[in-house]
């Protein structure tokens, strides 16, 4: 490693500490709008959503949305199992029981 790019992942370092630091330092003195706060909720769902939308219906690039897709079967497992069971080790068990018991059979 050179001492630029030492300096460099130093300096992302700091201002990647910086910004979070000052977030966390302020966070109880500003007060945002209650609707504000209301719909942040809904942003965890949101980010999910988008990550792995893209991964299980455009596996290869190219959409596939059929029986065929095994992340599309496990997909379903899963959402299947999380809301019936409301655990999240039961529904990431199963939904990768299903991924690699559909690959090895199907």
């Given at each position: 490693?050179?001492?630029?790019?030492g300096?460099?992942?130093?300096?992302?370092?700091?201002?990647?500490?910086?910004?979070?630091?000052?977030?966390?330092?302020?966070?109880?003195?500003?007060?945002?709008?209650p609707?504000?706060?209301?719909?942040?909720?809904?942003?965890?769902?949101?980010?999910?959503?988008?990550?792995?939308?893209?991964?299980?219906?455009?596996?290869?690039?190219?959409?596939?949305?059929?029986?065929?897709?095994a992340?599309?079967?496990?997909?379903?497992?899963?959402?299947?199992?999380?809301?019936?069971?409301?655990?999240?080790?039961?529904?990431?068990?199963?939904?990768?029981?299903v991924?690699?018991?559909?690959?090895?059979?199907?």
């Amino acid at each position: 490693m050179t001492a630029n790019e030492g300096w460099m992942i130093a300096g992302m370092m700091a201002v990647t500490f910086g910004v979070r630091y000052f977030l966390f330092a302020m966070a109880d003195r500003i007060r945002m709008a209650p609707w504000i706060e209301a719909s942040l909720k809904f942003i965890p769902p949101a980010v999910l959503t988008a990550i792995t939308l893209p991964a299980v219906l455009l596996p290869k690039g190219d959409w596939q949305v059929s029986f065929a897709n095994a992340y599309l079967v496990s997909a379903i497992a899963a959402t299947a199992a999380g809301i019936l069971t409301r655990n999240l080790l039961a529904t990431i068990a199963l939904g990768l029981a299903v991924f690699f018991a559909y690959r090895l059979f199907f």
